[in-house]
């Protein structure tokens, strides 16, 4: 052996220290015997307060955790679960976890040990492809409606227009035409906002500045919902430099989620935007070029989104607005991935929402694809 390699153990102490996946080894009796940096991330106990620990006393809240230990235990084999267990640390993530008793050469058993990986980059992945299932059923759609729609609806909508013009201006049927002819524009305007779904549209990349969009977007929404008394909060990471984007479809977006949140709140309340570098994710690009991305949180403090409405907001045509369309939030979520991002929409404990759109920030024009990790 080389004199500078360490022992064995040492080596094996080394490499479970150095994984990404988290690594917990318990004794016969159940306590806690190796606690690797990524248990401790993924917990949020330290390894000083687990070694030593009865695993079954300090993980008491995590019953699926527990039961699978259990189980190893009791029957000396191993057993999986990719699916139920979500570790309710500093940030609840979900994991897969294998549990497998720890043999000795001779076959005795000695403890289990405990493998879990984190699924969040999965399960947004899973989400996102679902997403766009709903997008290509939703465009398949919108091509077939759109000419068997329009047509006929622009002949609605000349007829009423004739109507109205024959009609005297102080007639008691006056007011026919004009619902005809307003509810005909509506159904236009949802066709169009299919076909936004549906059609590509070839990318305007430039270098943009998100804090300006930010800031008269703010302005111009402030304006328009004056009579309300609706204060806004801007607090802007100066620092965050140009970065290259669809200019159009950013106004698109956060002109949009600002408005859903002025529409969330009562007279009087409150909206925050604030944007900052995300530190807990990053993109890799082509060579393993690290790509930071920008956070911008959009806060309001309106009644929130029920619990059983929270995973439907995405489904298009789904909307608890009256006459609302239910694309809107489907046309953010196609404009934030065209632009290799994510949207999140968190219910706030303290009452209201907080949407987070996560952007990769671009310091050249992008040539190639980005991927997440």
Known sequence: MNENQPPSSA????ILDNVEDAVIALDQQGMISHFNPA??????????????????????????LCALVETTMREGRSISDHETVKLHGRRPRPVSVTVSPLLTAAGQQQGVVLIMRDLTQVRKLEAAIHRADQMAMVGTMAAGLAHEIKNPLGGIKGAAQLLQMELEAGSELIEYPRVMIREAERINTIIEELLDLAKPRTPKIEQVNISQILDEIMLLQKQALAERNISFQLNLDPSIPPTYADRDLLIRLFLNLIKNAGEAVENGGEIIIESRIDSEYHLSGPGGRSVPLVMISIIDNGAGIPPQELERIFTPFFTTKTGGSGLGLAICQKIITD????????????????????????RKAPTNDHTVN
């Open 39 to 64: 248990a401790q991330t993924f917990t949020g106990i330290s390894e000083k307060q687990s070694l030593g620990r009865s695993f079954v006393e300090l993980f008491k809240h995590q019953t699926n």
């Open 339 to 362: 632009h290799g991002g994510y949207l999140k929409i968190v219910p706030r404990s303290e009452g209201g929402t907080e949407v987070k759109v996560s952007l990769p920030l671009l």
């Open 11 to 14: 080596l094996y102490g080394m």
